[in-house]
């Protein structure tokens, strides 16, 4: 008997589209290999940005030295490779064509299926872009390492709540697809909150002081920000287990919640596509 076997059934069927979503991006090996190319570009540009705020205030970004912001910049990138994914454009357009319906006919729930696919797309982008974009990144820029061995491991359980909140926001934002046809213009809303809130551009403390407590209470802050501090050693101690848990806890409920909205949206659908 494998270890998969013994997994719940659930569990068992996400590993199995986990390891669909991997083979099928093979297909797609060019895409990621200018990826490398794409994100050393984004790195560099905002190295010069702060580079420049930094010398015309030193204090600019509250509690973050300009080595710090540095590795920030590096490493927040980096980890949007893995974390990245388009679930919500992939069901947009599978209800278009009608495809969704062929999904839901499938003995699998669909938020399982979209999931699962994007687990195994992180995995792969894991090792094919996000590794050679950190090692080439790392070798032109001052990229410091994680603050101790603590903050290394905290870091990487982060990550992979960043996946997982990610695409539960995704799979939520993607089921509106099925009553408004076109979800283009909340597609662009929901990418530009989400870049801004997540920590990604500009850390929280960059935000006013009277709004930034309200900020974190959303879930965008810990897509980016809260594994970027955990990385730096921002937070440690109790502060470091409480913002970990805090993140996963918006994931399981996010991923709660996106099934049953599913659900709900589901009851009722008409397709264009055939």
């Not at 008997?1 to 719940?8: D, F, G, Q, R, V």
């Not at 101790?148 to 960043?162: H, I, K, R, T």
């Not at 403390?205 to 810990?222: D, G, N, R, S, V």
């Amino acid at each position: 008997m494998t270890a998969a076997a013994i997994l719940p059934r659930p569990f068992r069927i996400g590993l199995g589209y986990a390891r669909i979503g991997f083979i099928n991006i093979l297909a797609f090996r060019l895409r990621y290999y200018t990826g490398v190319v794409t994100y050393l570009i984004n790195v560099t540009v905002y190295y010069f940005i702060w580079k420049a705020l930094y010398a015309t205030d030193p204090e600019f970004a509250r509690g973050f030295s300009f080595a710090e912001m540095t590795t920030y910049v590096a490493v927040g990138w980096v980890i949007r490779s893995v974390y990245f994914n388009n679930i919500d454009q992939n069901m947009a357009s599978d209800v278009q064509e009608g495809s969704i319906v062929m999904n839901m006919l499938k003995p699998a729930r669909v938020q399982t299926m979209y999931i699962g696919r994007t687990i195994g797309e992180a995995s792969f982008r894991l090792l094919l872009l996000t590794a050679p974009a950190a090692a080439v990144i790392c070798l032109i820029f001052p990229v410091e390492g994680p603050a101790s061995a603590e903050a290394g491991g905290l870091f990487l359980a982060s990550l992979g709540g960043s996946v997982l909140l990610t695409s539960a926001v995704n799979f939520i934002v993607g089921c509106f697809a099925v009553r408004m046809k076109t979800i283009l213009g909340l597609l662009r809303a929901k990418y530009y909150v989400q870049e801004i809130l997540s920590g990604l551009l500009v850390p929280m403390t960059m935000f006013p002081a009277a709004i930034e407590p309200w900020l974190m209470l959303l879930p965008f802050p810990h897509i980016a920000y809260t594994p970027l501090r955990l990385y730096l050693g921002k937070l440690q101690g109790a502060d470091a287990w409480a913002a970990l848990a805090t993140q996963w806890a918006w994931a399981v409920v996010l991923l709660l919640f996106g099934g049953w909205f599913w659900r709900v949206m589901a009851r009722k659908l008409t397709v264009q596509g055939g």
